[in-house]
C-alpha cells in the first residue's frame, strides 16, 4: 500500500522558467490547499511573463533570487516552513553549454549542492515522512544510445556527453550521495524532451515555429536523424506530483512521451501544421525552409527511457499524444504575441543566435 504524503509549502526553484511556470499553474490548479514560494534568478529564460495566467496567484509567492545564495535559500526554508523541495532551476540548453559552460556549473552543481545542504540544516530531526526534496533531471545525464540499443532503465551507469548533461549528471550523485549518507528523503526523476506552451524559443520546437512564422531558416543539426523522445509538458508535471505524493523516499523515476521521431520527422510535422494554420503565408510549403547546417559538436544521437517503474508503482502513463500535442502547442505559438515578441525582439536573444548559428554554413538565421 503506497503511502500518499500531502503536500503544503512547497519551495518551486526556477519557477519561471517553461518546465517550473506548468509546473507552478499544474499544481495550484491540482492541489487547492498547496502553497507555492518559487525562487528564480529570472536569467535570460527566466520571466514573471510565465506566470501572468495562474488560477489562484493568492498561493504563490515568488522570491527573485538565487539557489546559491545560502542565505536566501536557509531563510525561505525557515520562514515558510517548506516541507517540499521540486528543484527545476538550472542552465537548461546544451548549445548555450557548448559555449559558455560556467555558468552551468555554477547553478546546476553548486546550486543543487546549495539546496541539498540548506535541506538538510533545515528538516534536521523532522520526521523523514514529513519532508521531501525532489530533483529534476534528463534522460541526457545517460548518454548517447546506439540506433538498436534497448530502453535505459533506472539505475543504468551515467555517461553525459555535453557540459550540460554531465553538470545535470553531477547534481544527480549529489542528490543520491545526500539520501545515502545523511538520510535526505529525495527523488529524482529523468525526463526526455518537453514541449508545449512557455517554452523559450531557443530550443527545437519553439525555434522552428518562430523561423517558420518569419519565413527564416530552419536549421536542422547535421543529417536531422537524431532522435529525441517528446513529453507534453503537462505530463511531466503530473508525473511530478505522484512522485512527490505516493513516490519511494530514495527512488528514481524515468519520465517519458514514447514518441520517438527523428528531428527531420519532427520538423517536418512542425512545417505541416504551419502549412494548415496559415494557408495565405507566402512561406509555404514551409518545409521548403529546412536547412541542414553544422552539426553539434558531440551531438547525442539517440536517446530512449524504459518508463515502465512509474506505470507499475505510481500509475503514471502520458495523456497527450503528439499530434495533438504538437498542434496546441503550434497554435498557443501562434497566439502568442506579445510574449513571444518581447524575447524575438530582444537584443540577448539576437546575440544568441548570431553566436550559435554565425557559424553554421549557410542558411543559418
Ligand atoms: P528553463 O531554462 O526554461 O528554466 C530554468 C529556470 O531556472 C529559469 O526560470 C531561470 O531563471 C531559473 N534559474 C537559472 N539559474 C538559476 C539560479 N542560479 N537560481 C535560481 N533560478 C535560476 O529550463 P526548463 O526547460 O524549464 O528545465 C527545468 C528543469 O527540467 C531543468 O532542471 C532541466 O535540466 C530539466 N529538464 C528539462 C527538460 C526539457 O526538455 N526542457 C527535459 C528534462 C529535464
Ligand atoms: P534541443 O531542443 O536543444 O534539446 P536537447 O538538445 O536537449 O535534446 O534540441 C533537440 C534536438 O534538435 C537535438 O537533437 C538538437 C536538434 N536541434 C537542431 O537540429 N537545430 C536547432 O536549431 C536546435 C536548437 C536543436
Not at 181 to 191: K, Q, R
Request: hydrophobic share 40%; proline share 6%; with cysteine.
Amino acid at each position: 500500500m503506497v503511502k500518499i504524503r500531502v503536500l503544503q509549502r512547497v519551495l518551486v526553484t526556477g519557477g519561471a522558467g517553461f518546465i517550473g511556470s506548468n509546473f507552478v499553474r499544474h499544481l495550484l490548479a491540482a492541489r487547492p490547499a498547496v502553497t507555492i514560494v518559487d525562487l528564480d534568478a529570472l536569467t535570460y529564460a527566466g520571466s514573471r511573463e510565465n506566470l501572468r495566467d495562474l488560477p489562484d496567484p493568492d498561493r504563490h509567492q515568488f522570491v527573485h533570487g538565487d539557489i546559491t545564495d545560502r542565505a536566501l535559500v536557509d531563510r525561505l526554508l525557515a520562514e515558510h516552513a517548506i516541507d517540499t523541495i521540486v528543484h527545476f532551476a538550472a542552465e537548461s540548453h546544451v548549445d548555450r553549454s557548448i559555449t559558455g559552460p560556467g555558468a552551468f556549473v555554477q547553478t546546476n552543481v553548486v546550486g543543487t549542492f546549495t539546496l541539498l545542504d540548506a535541506a538538510r540544516a533545515a528538516w534536521r530531526g523532522r520526521d523523514p515522512g514529513g519532508v521531501r526534496f525532489h530533483h529534476v533531471s534528463t534522460d541526457e545525464v545517460y548518454g548517447s544510445l546506439a540506433p538498436d540499443a534497448a530502453p535505459v532503465a533506472e539505475g543504468a551507469a551515467y555517461a553525459p556527453r555535453s557540459p550540460y548533461a554531465a553538470s545535470k549528471a553531477a547534481s544527480d550523485h549529489l542528490v543520491r550521495a545526500y539520501a545515502t549518507t545523511y538520510g535526505l528523503p529525495v527523488t529524482i526523476s529523468n525526463c526526455s524532451n518537453n514541449y508545449g506552451p512557455y517554452q523559450f524559443p531557443e530550443k527545437l520546437i519553439p525555434l522552428m515555429i518562430v523561423n517558420g512564422v518569419l519565413g527564416k531558416p530552419l536549421p536542422v543539426y547535421g543529417d536531422g536523424l537524431q532522435v529525441r523522445d517528446w513529453l507534453h509538458v503537462d505530463d511531466h508535471c503530473a508525473a511530478i506530483v505522484a512522485i512527490v505524493e505516493r513516490g519511494r523516499p530514495g527512488a528514481t523515476y524515468h519520465v517519458g512521451g514514447g514518441n520517438q521521431p527523428t528531428n527531420l520527422e519532427l520538423v517536418g510535422r512542425l512545417c505541416a501544421l504551419l502549412d494548415a494554420r496559415l494557408p495565405a503565408s507566402p512561406h509555404r510549403p514551409h518545409a521548403g525552409l529546412i536547412t541542414h547546417v553544422v552539426d553539434r559538436p558531440g551531438h547525442d544521437r539517440r536517446y530512449d527511457l524504459d518508463c515502465g517503474l512509474i506505470e507499475r508503482e505510481l500509475g503514471w502513463r502520458p495523456r497527450h499524444d503528439l499530434a495533438t500535442g504538437l498542434a496546441a502547442t503550434v497554435d498557443w505559438y501562434l497566439a502568442a504575441g506579445a510574449w513571444l515578441a518581447a524575447i524575438r525582439d530582444s537584443d540577448d536573444f539576437r546575440r544568441w543566435l548570431t553566436l550559435n548559428y554565425a557559424d553554421r554554413g549557410a542558411g543559418a538565421p
